[in-house]
């Protein structure tokens, strides 16, 4: 079954993970229930030193869904001010090469 | 079980794409053949506009293992000025929430 991959990668300042997790995961819950959602996972880093300590990557059916996930609800999380102290690169992905052992 | 996972952020100018795969590859065959590798998805944006135009992620046992592989022939094919084209971003990460549907 195609799927497309949306991939969001987070700059969380040390010691501000709890909070990014409480912003983050308002808008989560919201995602989580459109339709068109499939799975996501979130990554944390090992290193505090890596500069995108945060990654979530997320399959959903097609890129229209993904879109019309974006409503009114998402927008009023999505300007909550606590989100400026993150900064994020969002993209949306196929899958080019898949292996698993 | 658990699993440590790596994600590799790289930006590809358009047009380069084949040039990068080429590259990848060969430094992908290598890593997927040692110990400790589990799984990997390369993606690669629906948006010629995307900053990270591909975005490797994969699974494998444990940190250890994951630098283990990192042994001479991985470096010689690193060294390859070819990938001067490609910055890239590297970590390895945990996984700190996962739902599927």
Redesign the interface.
């Known amino acids: 079954m195609s799927e497309?991959?949306f991939?969001h990668?987070f700059e969380v300042p040390a010691g501000r993970e709890e909070a990014f997790?409480k912003l983050w995961g308002q808008i989560?819950g919201h995602m989580?229930k459109q339709p068109g959602?499939?799975?996501?996972?979130?990554?944390?880093?090992?290193?505090d030193d890596?500069?995108?300590r945060?990654?979530n990557?997320a399959g959903w059916g097609t890129?229209a869904q993904f879109g019309a996930a974006h409503d009114e609800e998402f927008r009023r999380m999505q300007a909550n001010p606590g989100w400026q102290e993150f900064p994020a690169?969002p993209?949306?992905?196929?899958?080019?090469?898949?292996?698993?052992?």
């Not at 959602?37 to 290193?47: E, M």
């Not at 993209?91 to 052992?101: C, F, P, S, W």
């Open positions: 497309i991959v991939i990668c997790l989560d989580v959602f499939r799975w996501r996972r979130l990554h944390r880093s090992l290193d890596t500069r995108l945060f990654v990557v890129a690169e993209g949306l992905y196929m899958v080019e090469r898949e292996d698993h052992l």
